[in-house]
Protein backbone atom coordinates (compact mmCIF):
# COMPACT_ATOMS: atom_id res chain seq x y z
CA UNK A 1 0.00 0.00 0.00
CA UNK A 2 1.23 3.52 -1.16
CA UNK A 3 1.62 5.78 1.79
CA UNK A 4 0.25 8.60 0.33
CA UNK A 5 -2.04 8.03 -2.52
CA UNK A 6 -4.53 10.21 -4.97
CA UNK A 7 -6.02 9.91 -7.77
CA UNK A 8 -3.76 11.10 -10.66
CA UNK A 9 -6.85 12.67 -12.79
CA UNK A 10 -7.07 14.84 -14.65
CA UNK A 11 -10.08 16.48 -12.40
CA UNK A 12 -11.85 18.36 -15.47
CA UNK A 13 -14.21 20.56 -13.76
CA UNK A 14 -15.79 24.39 -15.31
CA UNK A 15 -15.13 27.46 -14.61
CA UNK A 16 -17.28 28.60 -11.12
CA UNK A 17 -17.81 24.81 -10.44
CA UNK A 18 -16.45 23.31 -6.83
CA UNK A 19 -13.50 20.94 -7.47
CA UNK A 20 -12.89 18.36 -4.90
CA UNK A 21 -9.19 16.56 -4.84
CA UNK A 22 -9.38 13.81 -2.22
CA UNK A 23 -5.74 12.19 -0.65
CA UNK A 24 -5.83 8.91 1.83
CA UNK A 25 -2.93 7.79 3.85
CA UNK A 26 -1.46 5.06 5.70
CA UNK A 27 0.40 5.99 9.08
CA UNK A 28 -2.10 6.47 11.72
CA UNK A 29 0.19 8.30 13.55
CA UNK A 30 0.29 10.85 11.24
CA UNK A 31 -0.29 14.42 12.53
CA UNK A 32 0.02 16.94 10.23
CA UNK A 33 -1.54 16.97 6.84
CA UNK A 34 -0.67 19.36 3.80
CA UNK A 35 -2.11 20.57 0.16
CA UNK A 36 0.43 22.11 -1.91
CA UNK A 37 -0.32 23.77 -5.49
CA UNK A 38 2.37 23.51 -8.23
CA UNK A 39 2.20 24.73 -11.47
CA UNK A 40 3.85 23.46 -14.44
CA UNK A 41 7.53 24.03 -14.27
CA UNK A 42 7.27 25.59 -10.89
CA UNK A 43 8.19 24.27 -7.39
CA UNK A 44 5.12 23.78 -5.04
CA UNK A 45 3.09 26.50 -2.59
CA UNK A 46 1.68 25.49 -0.08
CA UNK A 47 -2.31 26.45 0.32
CA UNK A 48 -3.80 24.66 2.95
CA UNK A 49 -2.63 22.84 6.48
CA UNK A 50 -4.82 21.25 8.28
CA UNK A 51 -3.73 19.29 12.13
CA UNK A 52 -7.25 18.47 13.49
CA UNK A 53 -10.53 16.51 12.15
CA UNK A 54 -13.13 18.55 10.82
CA UNK A 55 -12.80 21.37 8.06
CA UNK A 56 -10.95 24.86 7.67
CA UNK A 57 -11.69 27.15 5.50
CA UNK A 58 -9.06 29.83 4.15
CA UNK A 59 -10.53 31.31 1.35
CA UNK A 60 -12.17 29.67 -1.87
CA UNK A 61 -10.24 26.29 -0.28
CA UNK A 62 -11.35 23.91 2.30
CA UNK A 63 -9.64 21.07 3.81
CA UNK A 64 -11.08 18.19 5.56
CA UNK A 65 -9.80 15.79 7.53
CA UNK A 66 -11.03 12.66 8.69
CA UNK A 67 -8.42 10.80 10.73
CA UNK A 68 -10.55 7.85 11.56
CA UNK A 69 -10.95 7.47 7.61
CA UNK A 70 -7.47 8.49 7.27
CA UNK A 71 -8.62 10.61 4.40
CA UNK A 72 -7.90 14.29 3.80
CA UNK A 73 -9.52 16.18 0.90
CA UNK A 74 -9.16 19.61 -0.09
CA UNK A 75 -12.39 21.66 -1.64
CA UNK A 76 -12.08 24.30 -4.22
CA UNK A 77 -14.84 26.76 -4.66
CA UNK A 78 -15.69 28.85 -7.86
CA UNK A 79 -12.86 27.15 -9.07
CA UNK A 80 -11.30 29.32 -11.92
CA UNK A 81 -8.91 28.58 -15.18
CA UNK A 82 -5.84 29.93 -12.73
CA UNK A 83 -6.52 27.00 -10.24
CA UNK A 84 -5.66 24.79 -13.00
CA UNK A 85 -2.22 23.13 -11.49
CA UNK A 86 -1.10 19.18 -10.10
CA UNK A 87 -2.40 19.42 -6.39
CA UNK A 88 -0.06 17.64 -3.86
CA UNK A 89 -0.91 16.06 -0.40
CA UNK A 90 1.97 15.88 2.32
CA UNK A 91 1.57 13.88 5.22
CA UNK A 92 4.12 13.88 7.99
CA UNK A 93 5.97 11.08 9.32
CA UNK A 94 5.11 9.76 12.37
CA UNK A 95 8.98 9.30 13.53
CA UNK A 96 11.25 12.24 12.39
CA UNK A 97 11.20 16.21 12.87
CA UNK A 98 9.43 17.60 10.16
CA UNK A 99 9.86 15.22 7.18
CA UNK A 100 7.00 14.78 4.80
CA UNK A 101 5.53 11.89 2.63
CA UNK A 102 3.92 13.83 -0.53
CA UNK A 103 1.22 11.60 -2.77
CA UNK A 104 1.94 11.89 -6.76
CA UNK A 105 -0.52 14.42 -6.69
CA UNK A 106 -3.87 15.19 -8.97
CA UNK A 107 -4.05 17.72 -12.07
CA UNK A 108 -6.94 19.72 -11.93
CA UNK A 109 -8.06 21.53 -14.99
CA UNK A 110 -10.28 23.95 -15.11
CA UNK A 111 -12.04 25.10 -18.10
CA UNK A 112 -13.18 28.67 -19.01
CA UNK B 1 7.58 33.23 4.90
CA UNK B 2 11.02 33.11 4.57
CA UNK B 3 12.30 33.89 0.88
CA UNK B 4 14.39 31.24 -0.66
CA UNK B 5 16.74 30.90 -3.50
CA UNK B 6 18.32 28.10 -5.35
CA UNK B 7 21.82 28.41 -7.38
CA UNK B 8 21.94 26.87 -10.30
CA UNK B 9 18.32 27.53 -12.10
CA UNK B 10 19.56 24.89 -14.43
CA UNK B 11 22.25 22.96 -15.62
CA UNK B 12 23.10 20.55 -18.21
CA UNK B 13 25.98 17.95 -17.04
CA UNK B 14 27.87 15.53 -18.67
CA UNK B 15 27.77 12.00 -17.00
CA UNK B 16 30.66 11.27 -14.39
CA UNK B 17 30.90 14.97 -12.97
CA UNK B 18 29.46 16.52 -10.09
CA UNK B 19 27.11 19.30 -9.17
CA UNK B 20 26.73 21.40 -6.37
CA UNK B 21 23.87 23.02 -5.97
CA UNK B 22 23.21 25.81 -2.84
CA UNK B 23 20.03 26.93 -1.27
CA UNK B 24 20.30 30.11 0.55
CA UNK B 25 17.19 31.54 3.22
CA UNK B 26 16.66 35.11 4.11
CA UNK B 27 16.13 34.34 7.22
CA UNK B 28 17.16 31.84 10.14
CA UNK B 29 15.23 28.64 9.35
CA UNK B 30 14.10 25.56 11.85
CA UNK B 31 14.96 22.87 9.40
CA UNK B 32 16.38 22.42 5.59
CA UNK B 33 15.70 19.53 3.84
CA UNK B 34 16.04 18.39 0.16
CA UNK B 35 13.94 16.62 -2.21
CA UNK B 36 13.93 15.42 -5.79
CA UNK B 37 11.35 15.54 -8.15
CA UNK B 38 11.88 13.15 -11.04
CA UNK B 39 10.29 13.88 -14.53
CA UNK B 40 6.03 13.75 -14.19
CA UNK B 41 6.57 12.31 -10.55
CA UNK B 42 5.62 13.35 -6.99
CA UNK B 43 8.86 14.79 -4.48
CA UNK B 44 10.78 12.00 -2.64
CA UNK B 45 12.79 13.37 0.22
CA UNK B 46 16.66 12.87 -0.41
CA UNK B 47 17.55 14.10 3.27
CA UNK B 48 17.26 16.37 5.97
CA UNK B 49 20.31 18.92 6.36
CA UNK B 50 21.08 19.37 9.70
CA UNK B 51 23.14 22.41 10.67
CA UNK B 52 26.56 21.42 12.15
CA UNK B 53 26.17 17.70 11.98
CA UNK B 54 25.63 15.04 9.21
CA UNK B 55 22.51 14.77 6.82
CA UNK B 56 19.69 12.45 7.73
CA UNK B 57 19.23 10.43 4.62
CA UNK B 58 15.85 9.05 3.62
CA UNK B 59 16.13 5.06 2.72
CA UNK B 60 17.95 4.79 -0.92
CA UNK B 61 20.20 7.80 -0.76
CA UNK B 62 23.47 7.45 0.46
CA UNK B 63 26.21 10.29 1.60
CA UNK B 64 28.66 9.14 -1.03
CA UNK B 65 26.15 10.21 -3.86
CA UNK B 66 24.55 13.02 -2.26
CA UNK B 67 27.03 14.80 0.31
CA UNK B 68 24.90 17.85 1.96
CA UNK B 69 26.22 20.14 4.27
CA UNK B 70 24.47 23.08 6.24
CA UNK B 71 27.23 25.31 7.98
CA UNK B 72 24.43 27.94 9.08
CA UNK B 73 20.81 28.41 9.89
CA UNK B 74 20.33 29.91 6.45
CA UNK B 75 22.73 28.27 4.03
CA UNK B 76 22.86 24.86 2.55
CA UNK B 77 24.50 22.51 -0.42
CA UNK B 78 23.85 19.41 -2.31
CA UNK B 79 26.17 17.74 -4.24
CA UNK B 80 25.07 15.43 -7.08
CA UNK B 81 28.13 13.02 -7.66
CA UNK B 82 29.20 11.36 -10.20
CA UNK B 83 25.91 11.99 -12.22
CA UNK B 84 24.51 9.34 -14.70
CA UNK B 85 21.29 10.05 -17.14
CA UNK B 86 19.52 9.11 -14.03
CA UNK B 87 20.13 11.94 -11.72
CA UNK B 88 18.29 14.07 -14.22
CA UNK B 89 15.66 15.40 -12.19
CA UNK B 90 14.30 18.77 -10.75
CA UNK B 91 16.07 19.02 -6.96
CA UNK B 92 14.66 21.38 -4.65
CA UNK B 93 15.35 22.45 -0.73
CA UNK B 94 12.72 23.07 1.69
CA UNK B 95 12.39 24.99 5.11
CA UNK B 96 10.40 24.88 7.86
CA UNK B 97 10.68 27.78 10.74
CA UNK B 98 9.24 28.28 13.83
CA UNK B 99 7.07 25.18 15.48
CA UNK B 100 5.08 24.89 12.42
CA UNK B 101 5.50 21.55 10.33
CA UNK B 102 4.64 23.73 7.43
CA UNK B 103 7.48 23.25 4.21
CA UNK B 104 8.09 26.23 2.33
CA UNK B 105 10.06 25.22 -1.28
CA UNK B 106 12.49 27.29 -3.12
CA UNK B 107 12.31 27.87 -6.88
CA UNK B 108 14.09 24.16 -7.71
CA UNK B 109 17.04 23.51 -9.77
CA UNK B 110 16.53 21.45 -12.99
CA UNK B 111 19.26 19.33 -13.65
CA UNK B 112 20.16 17.52 -17.07
CA UNK B 113 22.91 14.63 -17.49
CA UNK B 114 23.96 13.87 -20.98
Known amino acids: QKEVEQNSGPLSVPEGAIASLNCTYS??????FFWYRQYSGKSPELIMS????GDKEDGRFTAQLNKASQYVSLLIRDSQPSDSATYLCAVNKQSGYSTLTFGKGTMLLVSP | SAVISQKPSRDICQRGTSLTIQCQVD?????MFWYRQQPGQSLTLIAT?????????ESGFVIDKFPISRPNLTFSTLTVSNMSPEDSSIYLCSVTSGGDNEQFFGPGTRLTVL
Open chain 2, 49 to 57: ANQGSEATY
Open chain 2, 27 to 31: SQVTM
Open chain 1, 27 to 32: DRGSQS
Open chain 1, 50 to 53: IYSN
